[in-house]
């Protein structure tokens, strides 16, 4: 499957924006799927994830309330909505898909497939 993530840019803190991310090469439906972020000079962190029937969500702590992740299979599309942005929140968010996840589950990590990225930028 290949992943094609879009949707960032600049947006003031308290303000919303919204990630998207494509899949192609195979139905998003066999995958769950994941976003994480990478800001600058850290490490790559689990951001939110949803399971492959899209009933169980899971998100990092420091955006539970503020973030939803859902899918749309018909679409082949794993969504992002992000509001009450914080300049924290600014990094690299990438799609992810992992295949081996029973339909239930949402993993947190090893994750099979990547997407390139899209920028998040909140201003102060």
């Known amino acids: 499957v290949q992943l094609q993530a879009s949707g960032g840019g600049l947006v003031q803190a308290g303000g919303s924006l919204s990630v998207s991310c494509a899949a192609s090469?195979?139905?998003?439906?066999?995958?769950?799927m994941g976003w994480f972020r990478q800001a600058p000079g850290k490490g790559r962190e689990f951001v939110a994830g949803?399971?492959?029937?899209?009933?169980?969500?899971y998100y990092t702590d420091s955006v539970k309330g503020r973030f939803t992740i859902y899918r749309d299979d018909a679409e082949n599309t794993v969504y992002l909505q992000m509001h009450s942005l914080k300049p924290e929140d600014t990094a690299i968010y990438y799609c992810a898909a992992d295949w081996r996840a029973r339909r239930w589950e949402v993993p947190t990590s090893d994750y099979d497939y990547w997407g390139q990225g899209t920028q998040v930028t909140v201003s102060s």
């Open positions: 949803i399971s492959r029937n899209g009933a169980n969500t």
């Open positions: 090469g195979r139905a998003s439906s066999a995958y769950a």
